[in-house]
């Protein structure tokens, strides 16, 4: 069996096969994953991220950080500093942060790969929609904990994974981007197996904290 790419154990099996893909889950961390022979090569991964910059795609972000934010200043007063992980946000919104004296640095890997913005701590990291798309997500996880400082906030956007008996009928793994898919047990796996506590996990979001 495939080995599973989050917590690494081996006890997996194949929960689907169809024409594209076979994809396997974790009975330790419950992460459900694409087989690595089937992942996108990056030029191909790339064109299908381009997708992800349309105004349509920028609101959802924009609609998904700001509210965000302001949740954040009500628990941590004083300037903070984010990064938002795996999108760019528009100019508009990121003035509209500026503006109230907050700041968001931004990491994309095709669109904005400045690996400076890796060598900071911060007070909030936002990713939206780029959980599943992590073909590594152990070292992408554990980048993620070590660019948040002690108390630090990480706001996750991903479907949760509901009923793995419905998965062969769901929509979200039609995209071959999409490699991997979590259920509310891989993030309490996480955050037990971390410095982090979970505090909300439903539906699209997820949002946790690291222990001080």
């Not at 793994?173 to 259920?183: A, C, E, G």
């Amino acid at each position: 069996m495939r080995r599973c790419p989050l917590c690494h154990n081996s006890q997996t099996y194949i929960l689907l096969q169809d024409k594209k893909r076979s994809f396997y889950v974790c009975v330790t961390c419950g992460l459900t994953f694409a087989d690595a022979n089937s992942h996108l090569p990056p030029t191909a991964e790339k064109q299908r991220y381009g997708s992800s910059r349309a105004p349509s795609k920028q609101r959802q972000l924009s609609q998904f950080i700001l509210p965000l934010l302001k949740q954040i200043q009500h628990q941590q007063a004083g300037h903070l500093l984010g990064l938002n992980f795996g999108r760019i946000l528009d100019d508009a919104s990121l003035e509209t942060i500026e503006d109230a004296g907050h700041k968001l640095n931004q990491y994309d890997p095709f669109f904005a790969p400045d690996h400076e913005t890796l060598k900071q701590e911060y007070d909030f990291i936002c990713c939206y929609r780029v959980f599943e798309h992590f073909q590594n997500p152990m070292k992408e996880w554990s980048l993620l904990s070590r660019l948040l400082r002690p108390g630090g906030w990480l706001a996750i956007s991903t479907p949760l994974l509901i009923d793995l008996d419905s998965f062969a009928k769901w929509h979200y793994k039609n995209n071959l981007t999409h490699v991997s898919f979590y259920q509310r047990h891989t993030f309490e796996y996480l955050a037990k197996n971390s410095d982090f506590e979970l505090l909300f996990a439903a539906k699209d979001l997820v949002l946790m904290q690291k222990t001080s």
